[in-house]
């Protein structure tokens, strides 16, 4: 089931593309038809919005334009899109035409970093076309990662959604990054703090999270939720370690996620599934990231 989709969805006062950008609009600025005045008075030059809908061939990104990074990517993963011969190495990482450059990350944020470029929606999940894949790679997929975290948990986790995706209808999970408080010891106040890089100040994240939902035949079964921080993590480490709530992401980023969702009647995912990242099928390299 690869979702066809290649465009920008407008929000606030502009021209919706899909039940997606209609829903935002009503959302955020009511029924046109309830506050015709309102609605003519405020739309008139166009109404803020920060974040933007992109649609892409197998993904949809909720992004930030200014944090210069996804706040969610929202993929959909079975049998289908990791079958194909669709190769990384003729890939490579652009900017987003459909974003203006004022709003968007390049090569040169990440040059001399110490970050890797992180996908949100991987390249290996996305192998039926070459064009598919290609797409995971526009910088609005990318955020700022630590290198070790890049290619070892989160890979591994990749990789185990990847495995769930042969024994599932359909996987659906949605990543994105977190910018979590902490405690200042001295004044027990607490705060977000977090670095920017590069020329564009692009905003790294101190953590990430990736929800999974998993469908046998066709019917939601389990959901989980990962937090992970952006930071190099120990190879033993184990995915139930960073097992939340989903409460716990939809309180930080503000929405709330899979909201036509009867969620009190889903299994717990870990115990549907075996969730140890260093099992022989999950570690073996069968997929790129």
């Given at each position: 089931m690869a979702l066809k989709f290649g465009s920008v969805v407008q929000v606030g006062c502009g021209i919706f593309i899909g039940a997606v950008g209609k829903a935002i609009y009503d959302?955020?600025?009511?029924?046109?038809?309830?506050?015709?005045?309102?609605?003519?008075?405020?739309?008139?030059?166009?109404?803020?919005?920060?974040?933007?809908?992109?649609?892409?061939?197998?993904?949809?990104?909720?992004?930030?334009?200014?944090?210069?990074?996804?706040?969610?990517?929202?993929q959909c993963i079975n049998k289908e899109c990791l079958g194909g011969k669709a190769k990384r190495e003729?890939?490579?990482?652009?900017?987003?035409?459909?974003?203006a450059k004022a709003f968007s990350s390049s090569s040169h944020d990440y040059q001399k970093s110490g970050f890797s470029r992180g996908h949100m929606a991987s390249a290996g999940d996305n192998r039926t076309s070459q064009e598919m894949m290609d797409d995971t790679f526009y910088y609005?997929?990318?955020?700022?990662?630590n290198a070790q975290n890049n290619k070892g948990i989160w890979y591994k986790i990749e990789c185990f959604c990847r495995?769930?995706?042969?024994?599932?209808?359909?996987?659906?999970?949605?990543?994105?990054?977190?910018?979590?408080?902490e405690r200042d010891l001295s004044s027990g106040k607490k705060f977000i703090k977090y670095q920017v890089i590069g020329p564009n100040e692009v905003a790294v994240p101190t953590h990430f999270y990736k929800i999974i939902l998993v469908e046998k035949e066709n019917e939601p079964l389990a959901l989980g939720t990962f937090v992970v921080p952006n930071k190099q993590?120990?190879?033993?480490?184990?995915?139930?370690?960073?097992?939340y709530p989903l409460s716990f992401v939809?309180?930080?980023?503000?929405?709330?996620?899979?909201?036509?969702?009867?969620?009190?009647?889903?299994?717990?995912?870990?115990?549907?599934?075996?969730?140890?990242?260093?099992?022989d099928s999950i570690t073996k390299k069968t997929h790129p990231s």
């Open positions: 959302r955020f600025y009511g029924d046109d038809t309830t506050h015709p005045e309102l609605s003519r008075i405020y739309c008139k030059y166009g109404a803020p919005m920060r974040t933007t809908l992109l649609k892409n061939h197998n993904y949809i990104v909720g992004y930030n334009t200014s944090r210069k990074i996804p706040d969610w990517v929202f003729k890939c490579s990482f652009k900017e987003d035409p459909r974003i609005t997929n990318i955020v700022p990662q495995k769930l995706a042969e024994k599932y209808s359909n996987v659906f999970v949605v990543s994105g990054p977190l910018f979590l408080a993590l120990s190879p033993e480490t184990q995915l139930t370690e960073f097992s939809e309180k930080r980023i503000g929405y709330e996620l899979f909201v036509k969702l009867d969620k009190e009647n889903l299994e717990s995912f870990c115990v549907v599934e075996n969730c140890d990242l260093n099992s």
